[in-house]
């Protein structure tokens, strides 16, 4: 594509030139709204920031939550593997089992190794 486009006034006067779509590159289309209410200060710190950024408003915001979600996804992950990850070893630390064939026979190769 050749078509070249500005920001609107009071936005970022980067230019943008939309890269072609190919199979490989298709985008999905964004058919869903968020919408939120904030007071005007809130909205003008962050459409200042988006501007020292060079991103569009919805740019910024889509980036932040982005951003937002994976921290908030990787935070539950890590608790929650944390959780579950300790509950079973302390199970293994208390459980009275005798090893099995597959550790008794890797015990009994590397001794054979590291002895001879």
Do not use: C, I, N, W
Not at 6 to 15: E, H, K, L, N, V
Not at 24 to 38: D, F, G, I, Y
């Amino acid at each position: 594509m050749s078509t070249e486009r500005t920001a609107s006034p009071g936005r970022s006067s980067r230019t943008v030139k939309p890269v072609p779509a190919t199979k490989s590159h298709k985008r999905p289309a964004k058919t869903a709204r968020v919408e939120a209410r904030t007071s005007a200060r809130k909205k003008a710190f962050y459409q200042r920031a988006a501007d020292l950024k060079g991103q569009s408003f919805t740019e910024f915001v889509e980036d932040s939550l982005d951003q937002a979600a994976a921290r908030a996804h990787k935070e539950f992950e890590t608790l929650e593997l944390s959780a579950r990850d300790s509950k079973a070893f302390v199970a293994a630390l208390l459980a009275d089992a005798a090893p099995s064939r597959t550790l008794t026979a890797a015990a009994k190769r590397y001794k054979e190794r590291t002895e001879a």
